[in-house]
């Protein structure tokens, strides 16, 4: 693909879906936060129109879009709603280190599935006691026979009340830190799992977060991800995926906020002209633009990259940190431009800085991004 432009296939997908976001998300946009309900109306919708669990591999009848293309529709349905879009994201989250592990079973029997009904899923790697640092995790799998058992408990999971099966990391030997850890595929009817309370948290309210249980949850070894100790570079390796479509999901809020900030600018009016007449707000926005513009760039190099086959590990972080960020400054400079309205919910822009926080703190928070660049920067 030309760096800078999409081809025509791409064009009309992202078409499609900001049509789709616009008419159809944005509209519910409010009632979701309200509600806090969970938008499976909408995800259905999604599915019917091939943009949910769209990486699903060909070869067991799924679209297996790429990354770049998997962006596209991320920055697309966030303009709607983020608490929706990651709901959606989540799914591919669990579905990528199978994908990456090859287990031709666990396609079949879990991946196929997606493809020909709204099904979710979740990726439970996270616990109460270790989030940034994944290799800190309690969660053990014991081989018995021709299965695993499968002890922990695992917090902050999206979609755990709706999802039909979880990607699960967990500890297969305990002597050997993060070489030691296994990724196992479980289905949710599993006896033994334990579903928490729907956590209330502070944006992207419709989004499901729960914490997720496992009792001597017995899991057939054929489930079992790669080889023993493959577990933790798997779930490593989804993020390569994944954080270039969080920060296409952030680019995508920030483009709201500010389109909103816009239109409101040029219709207040203080001292006798609209506010958007002032340079003090132009640069406001100008300075929104800048930074939607920059994400975009950073969002499609990290795509591309690992579309093409290379290692993109550094340009994730770099465009996640920078979309997660930008966003919220994108945001809250919204709800400034709205002035004391911007801080009331009658208008929809504190419920947009509220949906940004997130983007700073899930996928690996922007401190862990600035450590890994860091880290691959500075050799330490
Ligand atoms: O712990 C790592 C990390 O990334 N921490 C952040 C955790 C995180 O991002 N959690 C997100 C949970 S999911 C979520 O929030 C979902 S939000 C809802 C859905 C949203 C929509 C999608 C770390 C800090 C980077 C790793 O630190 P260390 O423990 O110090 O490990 P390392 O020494 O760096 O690495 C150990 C080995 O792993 C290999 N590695 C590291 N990164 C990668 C990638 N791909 C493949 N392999 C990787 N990216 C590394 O090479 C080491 O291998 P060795 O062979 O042992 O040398
Ligand atoms: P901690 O790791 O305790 O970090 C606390 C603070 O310390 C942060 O500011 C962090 O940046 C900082 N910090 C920690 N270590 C360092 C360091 N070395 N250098 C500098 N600063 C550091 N997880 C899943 O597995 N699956 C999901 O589906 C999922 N969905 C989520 C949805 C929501 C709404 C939320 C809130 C979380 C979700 N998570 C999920 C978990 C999420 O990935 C973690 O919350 C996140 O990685 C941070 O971990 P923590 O909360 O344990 O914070």
């Given at each position: 693909m030309a760096m800078f432009e999409l081809n025509e296939t791409q064009r009309q997908l992202f078409e499609m879906a900001k049509d789709f976001s616009n008419k159809e998300v944005w509209p519910k946009a409010r009632e979701l936060d309200e509600t806090a309900k969970f938008p499976m109306e909408l995800l259905k919708k999604t599915h019917e129109l091939g943009m949910l669990n769209a990486f699903v591999p060909e070869e067991v009848g799924g679209l297996g879009l790429g990354t770049f293309d998997h962006c596209l529709i991320s920055e697309a349905l966030a303009m709607g709603c983020a608490g929706f879009c990651t709901a959606a994201l989540a799914n591919d989250l669990a579905a990528v280190p199978v994908i990456l592990s090859e287990n031709k079973h666990a396609w079949k029997d879990f991946l196929a599935p997606m493809v020909e009904e709204c099904q979710m899923a979740s990726y439970c790697v996270t616990e109460p006691g270790a989030g940034s640092d994944v290799a800190g995790i309690k969660t053990t799998a014991k081989k018995s026979g021709d299965k695993y058992i499968i002890n922990g408990s695992k917090m902050w999971i999206t979609n755990a009340k709706y999802a039909s099966w979880f990607f699960v990391l967990a500890k297969t030997d305990s002597s050997k830190g993060h070489k030691g850890m296994s990724g196992f595929i479980v289905s949710?009817?599993?006896?033994?799992i334990t579903i928490g309370r729907k956590e209330d948290n502070?944006?992207?309210?419709?989004s499901d977060t729960r914490g997720v249980t496992f009792d001597n949850v017995e899991v057939p070894a054929k489930y079992l991800l790669g080889k023993e100790g493959d577990g933790f570079k798997l779930a490593m390796g989804a993020f390569d995926r994944t954080r270039p479509a969080v920060a296409a999901e952030a680019l995508g809020l920030s483009q709201r906020a500010m389109m909103c900030a816009i239109d409101y600018a040029k219709q207040r009016q203080a001292f006798g002209k609209t506010?958007?007449?002032?340079q003090g707000v132009s640069f406001i926005i100008a300075e929104m633009a800048r930074d939607i513009e920059a994400s975009r760039l950073l969002v499609w190099k990290a795509a591309d990259e690992v579309d093409a086959g290379r290692k993109n590990t550094y340009y994730a972080s770099i465009a996640k940190m920078f979309a997660a960020d930008a966003c919220m400054r994108i945001t809250t400079d919204a709800v400034q431009i709205f002035g004391g309205y911007g801080y009331?919910?009658?208008?929809p822009v504190e419920m947009l800085m509220r949906d940004a926080k997130i983007f700073q703190i899930y996928e690996g928070t922007s401190q862990i991004q600035r450590m890994i660049v860091g880290r691959m920067l500075l050799d330490i």
């Open positions: 949710a009817k599993t006896p033994g502070m944006g992207q309210r419709c506010i958007s007449e002032n009331n919910r009658e208008y």
